[in-house]
């Protein structure tokens, strides 16, 4: 069985195929209005004994797919979040992309997996730092 590829763009999510022999999908979405050299993905190994749903997500800061088991359901999630400069249109990119991230963990119901950069430095005075200590706080 071949691999493929999921892209997410601003306007459309399409799939192409990637022959590699030890990889099933690869999730990957573009940062383009933050980085635009830049990007997130979710990737697993082929023979997982999981059905894997790719979701569309409004923000290109988030990669996500729903992984489902007999037993279980899985939402894993990649993020790459602007960088923490204290700028008005960086501070509303990071609230978006965590209430995306907040309905997204409401209505996969289930285990959920979070990774990534979110550029956020805790030990320094930053308006993305106090929003995402809110958020965990309030998502935990």
């Not at 195929?17 to 099933?24: E, G, I, L, M």
């Not at 933050?34 to 993905?41: F, H, L, S, T």
């Not at 023979?47 to 569309?56: A, E, I, K, S, Y």
């Not at 899985?74 to 008005?88: A, E, G, R």
């Amino acid at each position: 069985m071949a691999g493929g590829a999921a892209v997410n763009t601003p306007n459309t999510c399409r799939r192409k195929t990637v022959y590699q022999p030890s990889v099933r999908t690869l999730l990957v979405c573009p940062v383009a209005l933050i980085r635009p050299y830049d990007g997130c993905a979710v990737v697993w190994r082929r023979g997982l004994v999981l059905d894997f749903q790719p979701l569309t997500t409004t923000s290109k800061c988030l990669c996500a797919v729903v992984a489902h088991s007999q037993c279980d359901r899985l939402l894993l999630v990649s993020m790459y979040m602007p960088n923490d400069d204290n700028c008005d249109r960086s501070f509303e990119i990071f609230g978006e992309v965590l209430n995306e991230l907040s309905a997204m963990i409401n209505l996969y119901d289930g285990y959920d997996i979070i990774a990534g950069d979110f550029n956020v430095d805790f030990y320094r005075r930053s308006h993305n730092a106090d929003l995402l200590k809110l958020f965990l706080n309030e998502e935990n």
